[in-house]
């Protein structure tokens, strides 16, 4: 399981979706204007990041410190499915990784024909093969990685998007044969785009936008939420008046599974991933 933690406050994602073509709530929120926010986006609903602490009514978080989420939104991200994954959010109980057999131990020479769902279960099926002392089974297409996305602007704020991933349950073999250093992570962002019919990132500016070195796997973001990109513009993504949507940039995350074989055995894994938002300098 991946999610993100996401914020609601009451009122703004109709005021956002309200808003004129040439204002957001980026443009005209007192506080945003003033001491700075970052807004999430996951293709549906808007969520805030503050800067100011309303519940002391004081400026401002410390630098380094969390951005302001006050109310907290179970909420699946917006899954892109262009970045190698399934498209679907994530298979049932009954649903596993696709696979293939390899009579050389390293190439998928017979693979399942799927039911179209992208996952392991009683609707797909496998073509016969003989067996040699190089036989193996191998995750096959679609079932090597996972991706979602979502959407983020800000104004007036430099801050770092941070992450930090546990395993929050596992079963069978996987308990001792997969472990969070084994899944690669390759972060990314896209300026701008259609996505599913989501227009995004016109008046967006992405300088100053780094993705940070030296976080290449969720084995990586153990411990402490680890800082993954940085957004050094003190302006903000937001670039000019407009619609929030054409504020927006892309965030993309594409999570790799390790290469798998019979000798790792069989089980399941949760993985919690995750993100925050902090004030940076």
């Known amino acids: 399981m991946l999610r993100i933690k996401r914020i609601l406050l009451g009122g703004l994602a109709l005021t956002s979706l309200a808003s004129s073509a040439h204002a957001s709530f980026l443009d005209t929120d007192f506080w945003c204007r003033t001491y700075g926010c970052a807004v999430v986006h996951d293709g549906v609903n808007y969520d805030i990041y503050d800067n100011y602490l309303f519940r002391s009514n004081r400026c401002c978080v410390p630098i380094g410190g969390q951005m302001i989420d006050y109310y907290i939104r179970a909420e699946n991200t917006n899954v892109t499915g262009l970045l190698g994954g ?167 995350f594409l999570y790799e599974m390790p290469e798998y074989d019979f000798s790792m055995g069989t089980g399941s894994l949760n993985i919690d991933v995750v993100f925050d938002f902090y004030r940076e300098n």
């Open 86 to 252: 399934t498209g679907s959010d994530l298979p049932n109980a009954d649903e596993g990784f696709m696979f293939g057999i390899a009579q050389d131990g390293s190439t998928v020479n017979t693979s399942l024909f799927d039911d179209g769902d992208g996952f392991l279960d009683a609707g797909d099926a496998l073509s016969a093969f003989t067996l040699n002392p190089n036989t193996d089974i191998l995750l096959d297409g679609p079932g090597k990685s996972y991706s979602h996305s979502f959407f983020i602007s800000s104004l007036n704020t430099r801050f770092s998007l941070r992450a930090l991933a546990s395993i929050s349950n596992s079963t069978g073999d996987f308990s001792n044969t997969i472990q969070l250093g084994d899944i690669k992570l390759t972060p990314s962002f896209n300026a701008t785009g259609n996505d599913g019919g989501f227009q995004y990132g016109t008046r967006a500016n992405t300088s100053n936008i780094q993705i940070v070195s030296g976080v290449d796997d969720l084995g990586d973001l153990t411990g402490v939420p680890t800082q993954i990109m940085n957004f050094g513009r003190q302006a903000g993504i937001r670039q000019g008046f407009g619609g929030i949507d054409t504020q927006t940039i892309r965030l993309d």
